[in-house]
């Protein structure tokens, strides 16, 4: 983990979860708001975005005050939550209310997009991320002898 990813917990207080924790991070405790950003650092050797982002969570957690909760997914549980919350691309936030993915925003975007993003996201009236449709296909065997 590099220096400012990790500084997000030591600097920030940000949990670090797993596919062992997560659910229970993703329950609010009384008080505390259910809408959640999942940090799907990804291996910021080789994504020099995710420092990039990781500058930015704690700026969204400032410009949304009381209305989200943070934590970094470890990298040894990404490869484990990706499909749960519909994450194709690292790094990636994902927006939760609760255990359910409203929204991904993967790469680095422009500030106004987050901003417009999550207000949508955030609204009570939010629908939850239906699951990707997958294709279906069918397999059929004849054993060659004219019959099925």
Not at 34 to 54: C, I, K, M, W, Y
């Amino acid at each position: 983990m590099s220096s400012l990813i990790a500084s997000l917990s030591s600097r920030h207080g940000l949990p670090t979860v797993d596919e062992h924790s997560i659910d229970a991070f993703l329950a609010p405790a009384a008080g505390e708001p259910p809408n959640t950003l999942l940090f799907f650092t990804g291996d910021p050797a080789q994504r020099s975005e995710s420092h990039d982002v990781a500058v930015v969570l704690p700026e969204l957690l400032a410009a949304f005050p009381g209305r989200l909760r943070a934590a970094v997914v470890a990298r040894s549980a990404e490869d484990t939550l990706k499909t749960r919350f519909h994450v194709q691309i690292l790094p990636s936030l994902v927006v939760t209310r609760g255990p359910a993915p409203l929204g991904v925003l993967p790469r680095i975007r422009d500030w106004s997009d987050y901003v417009a993003t999550l207000q949508t996201l955030l609204a009570p009236a939010a629908p939850e991320m239906a699951a990707p449709v997958r294709p279906q296909v069918e397999f059929r065997h004849t054993n060659g002898r004219g019959g099925a």
